[in-house]
């Protein structure tokens, strides 16, 4: 059962044009969302996250974007750059008391920026 | 301030043998989280730990895993027996209360 969808596995864009990155999800108790950014070999780095009180969160060239009637968010990206060239993962979570915030993940988008 | 440190960075195992994967949090971080990542597949929860303590174990497989985090030295996840099916890079993360978690470099196990 697949909480946190990321339908596109991959997606290439011009250098300078703007990439849009998507991701559904399925659980109404999520209330925090996050991007991370995975280079091969490393492990993924926190980008940029929305609560579900707000509808934009925006720093630099990253910007988020959630629609909570339709469970789904979307990371923007302008300009792209090639080093933008990484899997980029959303991920969910919500307070369960002891549980604290686990984060459930979508299956990543390998964004390719063609200079 | 150094980031979370896992090692060894790669293990290969036969099958039958115990693999044991470490991760130091980054510093004043009492909150540590194990996720595995399966090929062509998303992180995937497995333990959540703060020191001494297992929170929530509900993404660890009921058998020959365990995972721990002492009051002193790393955290260790622990493999017993290990099969081909646990070949997987599995991933530290620590928070120092709720924010964002940072993440390590990973461990890649390869079962033989």
């Known amino acids: 059962d697949q909480q946190v969808k990321q339908n596109s596995p991959s997606l290439s864009v011009q250098e300078g044009r703007i990439s849009i990155l998507n991701c559904d999800y399925t659980n109404s108790m999520f209330d925090y969302f996050l991007w991370y950014k995975k280079y091969p070999a490393e492990g993924p780095t926190f980008l940029i996250s929305?609560?579900?009180?707000?509808d934009k969160n925006e720093d630099g060239r990253f910007t988020v974007f959630l629609n909570k009637s339709a469970k789904h968010l979307s990371l923007h990206i302008v300009p792209s750059q090639p080093g933008d060239s990484a899997v980029y993962f959303c991920a969910a979570s919500y307070f369960s008391g002891g549980s604290a915030r686990q984060l459930t993940f979508g299956s990543g988008t390998q964004l390719t920026v063609l200079p | 301030n150094a980031g979370v440190m896992q090692n060894p960075r790669h293990l290969v195992r036969r099958r039958g043998q115990e693999a044991r994967l470490r991760c130091s949090p980054m510093k004043g971080h009492s909150h540590v989280y194990w996720y595995r990542q399966l090929p062509e597949e998303g992180l995937k929860f497995m333990v959540y730990l703060q020191k001494e303590n297992i929170i929530d174990e509900s993404g660890m497989p009921k058998e020959r895993f365990s995972a721990e985090f002492p009051k002193e030295g790393p955290s260790i996840l622990r493999i017993q027996q290990v099969v081909r099916g646990d070949s997987a890079a599995y991933f530290c993360?620590?928070?120092?209360?709720?924010?964002?978690?940072?993440f390590g470099n990973g461990t890649r196990l390869t079962v033989t």
């Open positions: 993360a620590s928070s120092p209360d709720l924010s964002p978690l940072h």
């Open positions: 929305i609560s579900s009180i707000k």
